[in-house]
T-cell receptor, first 111, second 115 residues
Framework: EDQVTQSPEALRLQEGESSSLNCSYT??????LFWYRQDPGKGPEFLFTLYSAGEEKEKERLKATLTKKESFLHITAPKPEDSATYLCAVQAARSNYQLIWGAGTKLIIKP | NAGVMQNPRHLVRRRGQEARLRCSPVKGHSHVYWYRQLPEEGLKFMVY????????ESGMPKERFSAEFPKEGPSILRIQQVVRGDSAAYFC?????????????FGNGTRLTVT
């Protein structure tokens, strides 16, 4: 069964304290892995798409990496405005539209 | 450019009433997806529609739930005879096409509370 597991469920960091969020997945053939950010009361906002193991994408303080079993979202020197829930989703090769979502990691950056 | 617009933002219904949730996709997007989100859980796929067609409704309960995306106007998710278990946040997303992993653009959701 296709599955996405994110860890930790919640993460509290001090401003400037770098860390990583994990997304482990089991899927029959990976078409793509997506990272989204969701702020309270809002819809998910797209961050990155990764397609194959070894691929990396960067945007400001965020860097996403992908292996055959998991993806990491690295946050470097975070700021309070990076506080949000970060969602991971995978698209299996057999479907060109269905996404399987993790439950998310709630990130809190304290000033 | 306006993003995905959902309304209402909050909807309160009593058990047995009907709930209608509306979604206007990004201008030019012809693919609409509805998702349901419960607290501390991942988004769950409900239905995928293109203009005037339901492509995949495998994630939507067969009873009480229906969805449409007419040629003109917004997409509608309709829940008849609501029950307390229908309380959740319902998100709509749109994309221009499906073939190249186009990222989804989400609205800010409708939070349905059934009393």
């Amino acid at each position: 069964e296709d599955q996405v597991t994110q860890s930790p469920e919640a993460l509290r960091l001090q401003e400037g304290e770098s860390s990583s969020l994990n997304c482990s997945y089991t899927v029959s053939g990976l078409r793509g892995l997506f990272w989204y950010r969701q702020d309270p009361g809002k819809g998910p906002e797209f961050l990155f798409t990764l397609y194959s193991a070894g691929e990396e994408k960067e945007k400001e303080r965020l860097k996403a990496t992908l292996t055959k079993k998991e993806s990491f979202l690295h946050i470097t020197a975070p700021k309070p405005e990076d506080s949000a829930t970060y969602l991971c989703a995978v698209q299996a090769a057999r479907s060109n539209y269905q996404l399987i979502w993790g439950a998310g990691t709630k990130l809190i950056i304290k000033p | 450019n306006a993003g995905v617009m959902q309304n209402p933002r909050h909807l309160v219904r009593r058990r047995g009433q009907e709930a209608r949730l509306r979604c206007s996709p990004v201008k030019g997007h012809s693919h609409v997806y509805w998702y349901r989100q419960l607290p501390e859980e991942g988004l769950k796929f409900m239905v995928y529609l293109q203009k005037e067609n339901i492509i995949d409704e495998s994630g939507m309960p067969k009873e009480r739930f229906s969805a449409e995306f007419p040629k003109e106007g917004p997409s509608i998710l309709r829940i008849q005879q609501v029950v307390r278990g229908d309380s959740a946040a319902y998100f709509c997303a749109s994309s221009p096409k499906t073939q190249d992993n186009s990222p989804l653009h989400f609205g800010n959701g409708t939070r349905l509370t059934v009393t």
